[in-house]
Nanobody, 123 residues
Framework: VQLQASGGGLVQAGGSRRLSCAASGRTFSRDAMGWFRQAPGKERELVGTINWSGSVTYYAVSVKGRFTISRDNAKNMVYLQMNSLKPEDTAVYYC?????????????????WGQGTLVTVSS
C-alpha cells in the first residue's frame, strides 16, 4: 500500500500549484483522504480533507477559499489545487488515507501516509 504525493516545487507568491496523490496497492475509493503540511520548525497540521465520494470537504481556516481538494476514484488519485499562494504556505505537503469514508480532521485518525512533497512559496 503506497501513497505518492507529487507536484511540489518553487512558486511565487500569488501563484498556483496543483499537488497530486497517487494511491496504489489497494483501492482507496471508499477512504477519506486528507492533505496535511509541515512547515519548518512547526508541527504537522491539517490542510483539508475529502470524504470517500468527494461530496464533502473540510478546510483549515488558513487555506479556505484558496485551496481545493478533489478526487478521481476511477484513477485512485486525489488532488490539492492551491491558489493565491503565500510565503506562509511553504511546507512539506503530505497526503493521507483513512479507511473510514467520512471526513477526518485529526492526524491520528489516518491509516496511510505518503512521503511528502515540498512546496516553497517565494515572496
Amino acid at each position: 500500500v503506497q501513497l505518492q504525493a507529487s507536484g511540489g516545487g518553487l512558486v511565487q507568491a500569488g501563484g498556483s500549484r496543483r499537488l497530486s496523490c497517487a494511491a496504489s496497492g489497494r483501492t482507496f475509493s471508499r477512504d477519506a483522504m486528507g492533505w496535511f503540511r509541515q512547515a519548518p520548525g512547526k508541527e504537522r497540521e491539517l490542510v483539508g480533507t475529502i470524504n470517500w465520494s468527494g461530496s464533502v470537504t473540510y478546510y483549515a481556516v488558513s487555506v479556505k477559499g484558496r485551496f481545493t481538494i478533489s478526487r478521481d476514484n476511477a484513477k485512485n488519485m486525489v488532488y490539492l489545487q492551491m491558489n493565491s499562494l503565500k510565503p506562509e504556505d511553504t511546507a512539506v505537503y503530505y497526503c493521507a488515507a483513512d479507511l473510514g469514508g467520512g471526513i477526518k480532521i485529526r492526524e491520528y485518525e489516518y491509516d496511510y501516509w505518503g512521503q511528502g512533497t515540498l512546496v516553497t512559496v517565494s515572496s
